[in-house]
């Protein structure tokens, strides 16, 4: 079941087939164009929710929409949140890979995940990261945002027994080569139980950490 617009095809099973609805992608389209597939969404009763979205759309949908809209994560969102069972940790190394934990951080509220958020506990102070520790083990899911040298996952998935999601971010010098360095080295990590998503996205990992808690959604209030 899909409505065509000009420019998109919207997606109205999706939320049926994998517990929740599309999710517009939203660099490279404009305001007007993310609106009009949020009210399209909106008009079914599903929630909308845009990710990469800067002020200047977001200003478009707050006023098009209504909603919500953090600008830390570039995440917008309008309609019926719903809660879901479990607690996912965002572990973020450095406060210069906080854009990126927030886009993971926010994406699970929005998709109805309790979510404790442990920030500035990268390995080249490890002892921060052995100070939230067990607070990081009562969770069901880890998502460790780094970037550099990316080594943080694995040390994390070390320590715990929930599965560990590592996000690479951009982050670093030149020969971190935009991400590229910390790719390799989650990809590479000697830890069992790391998932890897791709550079930056955050999205991709509050996405697999629904998955993995393996819970179907119960409706909630509203947002916005």
Not at 65 to 90: F, K, L, N, Q, S
Not at 190 to 216: Q, T
């Amino acid at each position: 079941m899909s409505e065509v617009v000009p420019f998109a095809t919207v997606d109205h099973a999706r939320l049926e087939r994998t517990g929740f609805a599309e999710v517009i992608y939203g660099a490279g389209k404009s305001g007007d164009q993310i609106l009009a597939i949020a009210l399209s969404l909106l008009s079914r009763g599903q929630l909308a929710m845009a990710t990469r979205v800067d002020q200047e759309k977001a200003a478009v949908l707050l006023i098009g929409a209504g909603g919500a809209y953090d600008a830390r994560a570039r995440v917008w969102w309008c309609g019926d949140v719903t809660e879901r069972a479990g607690i996912v940790a965002v572990v973020c190394a450095g406060t210069s890979d906080l854009p990126v934990s927030e886009e993971a951080a926010v994406c699970l509220g929005v998709m109805g995940v309790t979510v404790r958020r442990v920030v500035d506990v990268g390995v080249a102070g490890v002892h921060r990261l052995m100070s939230k520790i067990e607070e990081i083990r009562a969770c069901d899911v880890v998502i460790v945002v780094a970037g550099m040298d990316g080594a943080l996952p694995g040390v994390v998935a070390g320590l715990v027994s929930a599965p560990v999601i590592a996000v690479p971010t951009s982050v670093g010098y030149g020969s971190s080569f935009g991400g590229l360095a910390a790719l390799l080295t989650m990809l590479n990590a000697c830890a069992p139980g790391i998932a890897v998503v791709n550079i930056d996205n955050g999205f991709g990992a509050a996405s697999l950490a629904v998955r993995m808690l393996g819970v179907r959604p119960t409706p909630h209030g509203a947002v916005g």
